[in-house]
Nanobody, 115 residues
Framework: QVQLAESGGGSVQAGGSLRLSCQVSGRISEINAMAWYREAPGKQREMVAEMRSGDYAHYRDSVKGRFTITRDNAKNTVYLQMTGLGPQVTAVYYC?????????WGQGAQVTVSS
């Protein structure tokens, strides 16, 4: 099992920045990918950023250049730095870890951007 706990969500005005954190615990050695997803009201959950073994990072097109996924292995924490925020990114952001074919999810962190 892998446990995930997001933090760092909140409300910010358009143009602002936020950094989400995901504290990882459990069978960390079995994780082969970490990712951030988001789910906006009335929309499907979508991948925002993913980091695979070897620190390869992949982003959805709409966030490229503004969002950055990083990790601190010493702290067992994955981050999502978000800059240049606009109202369209308002959503609940979820941290996820993949071990083989199994996905583990955090409880989510609300991000609200006002214009």
């Amino acid at each position: 099992q892998v446990q995930l706990a997001e933090s760092g969500g909140g409300s910010v005005q358009a143009g602002g920045s936020l950094r989400l954190s995901c504290q990882v615990s459990g069978r960390i050695s079995e994780i082969n990918a970490m990712a951030w997803y988001r789910e906006a009201p009335g929309k499907q959950r979508e991948m925002v950023a993913e980091m695979r073994s070897g620190d390869y990072a992949h982003y959805r097109d709409s966030v490229k250049g503004r969002f950055t996924i990083t990790r601190d292995n010493a702290k067992n924490t994955v981050y999502l730095q978000m800059t240049g925020l606009g109202p369209q990114v308002t959503a609940v952001y979820y941290c996820t870890a993949r071990t083989g074919d199994t996905y583990f999810w955090g409880q989510g962190a609300q991000v609200t951007v006002s214009s």
